[in-house]
């Protein structure tokens, strides 16, 4: 299907050109383009979606979850600023296809999915497509992603792939100052806006809002 993940990847171009005043740029960075055409998104799909898997929209997962629209996951991609050897914390594994765009990356990724039998999954996928789980590049486990990767901190950069009315302090506390923070923050019952957030060396954030989006919310008890 590489002749369909390069019209996708055209599209997700055409899209950023439309939106760069919003996203502060205007093309893709090459090296998350590159991650777009290799990852097979047809396999972080259910089998019953995979005619539509280079749609550029999101699609149903189970669990109530979704896997992203393709032009979130490049610039959410994009906008965590890192590469090859940086560490990268994700809440909400989904499918797996945003942590294998990011290994594809070169990026080593911690990811953590609340929604068990999804995790599992995404150890399915990841695995299937070249990134298994446990190595280098992607490693995955079922837990309450507010509470973060504690052992594998500090972070160079941390995407929450759900919606939160918050900044969880937990995550905060794992990234590295000069590090940044990607997620939808707003009402989890409508639209949020996609934030940008970057810890200083003092351990203050400053906020960039970019665009109107919306997500599922993050589940589970937040780390209570």
């Not at 055409?14 to 893709?28: C, Y």
């Not at 393709?70 to 296809?97: H, K, N, W």
């Amino acid at each position: 299907m590489t002749a369909e993940r390069r019209r996708l990847v055209e599209k997700i171009e055409a899209e950023v050109r439309m939106t760069a005043p919003e996203l502060g740029f205007a093309r893709l960075d090459p090296r998350v383009a590159e991650a777009m055409l290799r990852v097979p998104r047809h396999a972080f799909v259910p089998s019953a979606q995979r005619a539509l898997a280079y749609a550029d929209h999101p699609l149903p997962i189970g669990g109530g979850q979704t896997i992203s629209q393709p032009y979130i996951v490049a610039i959410m991609s994009q906008l965590l600023d890192v590469g090859p050897g940086d560490r990268v914390f994700e809440l909400g594994t989904g499918s797996g296809y945003q942590a294998a765009v990011l290994a594809a990356m070169g990026v080593e990724v911690f990811s953590v999915e609340i929604v068990s039998k999804l995790a599992e999954r995404a150890v399915a996928n990841l695995e299937a497509a070249g990134y298994p789980p446990g190595s280098a590049r992607a490693q995955v486990r079922a837990g309450d992603g507010w509470l973060g990767w504690p052992e594998a901190a500090p972070f160079d950069g941390i995407i929450l792939t759900a919606a939160a009315p918050v900044v969880p302090d937990q995550l905060i506390a794992q990234l590295k100052p000069g590090g940044r923070l990607v997620m939808p923050i707003g009402e989890t019952n409508g639209v949020q806006q996609l934030a940008i957030f970057d810890k200083d060396e003092d351990g203050s954030l400053r906020r960039r809002d970019l665009l109107p989006v919306r997500f599922v919310p993050v589940t589970g008890p937040l780390g209570n």
